[in-house]
């Protein structure tokens, strides 16, 4: 990256070649938004099944985006737009997606799982063929639901710290979580079916 050289370090420097983020290489970009066309400028349901990598990372952020933009603040019908991953998925999957979208994942999550949730539905769960107890083992990391503001998470195993933290308006079901979960929540539901960790509910 090239700065303007006459300028001192830390003083207004500028960068004079765009930023590359890789965008337009998201699963969002590349798949959904096409795969979701029926549904996002007609209302059409559409259903399918994907494989998920955790280099898959904001999955349906950008598809929420654009339902929110063509059909406004009270999205879709729910279940308009159902989508079931497989595998194990990047952080911030599912992120701010509003009402109408319907994201599955048999598998496992990072960090920041349904992050700022705005009236979608998540829910996430072991593969059939997992030999492990679901309520015994952590499936998602840190951080999930934070900042939610509406819609449901259905989780079938263990989160990691800050669970909900900050949520106002979502429904969770979960089977355990880590320390300082749900602290500052303000609104919404959280039934935790098992042990939860230091600080629950602080705030």
Request: charged residues 20%.
């Amino acid at each position: 990256i090239l700065f303007q050289p006459d300028v001192p370090a830390g003083r207004g420097r500028t960068c004079t070649i765009p930023q590359e983020h890789g965008v337009e290489a998201s699963l969002d970009a590349t798949t959904l938004l096409d795969l979701c066309r029926p549904a996002l400028e007609d209302g059409f349901e559409v259903r399918a099944t994907l494989p998920i990598r955790n280099v898959n990372r904001v999955v349906g952020t950008m598809l929420g985006s654009e339902v929110t933009r063509r059909w406004g603040r009270n999205g879709l019908p729910d279940d308009t737009i159902r989508l079931t991953f497989q595998g194990s998925a990047g952080q911030s999957f599912g992120s701010f997606i509003p009402k109408g979208i319907t994201l599955l994942l048999e598998g496992d999550a990072n960090d920041y799982l349904g992050k700022g949730l705005s009236g979608g539905r998540l829910a996430l769960y072991p593969p059939a063929a997992a030999r492990f107890v679901a309520h015994d083992n952590v499936i998602t990391g840190n951080v999930a639901l934070y900042g939610a503001t509406g819609g449901e998470a259905f989780i079938s195993g263990i989160a990691g710290e800050r669970f909900a933290v900050r949520n106002s308006g979502a429904t969770a079901v979960v089977d355990g979580v880590g320390d300082h979960g749900c602290e500052y929540m303000t609104g919404g539901r959280v039934v935790v079916l098992g042990a939860t960790g230091r600080n629950f509910a602080a705030g």
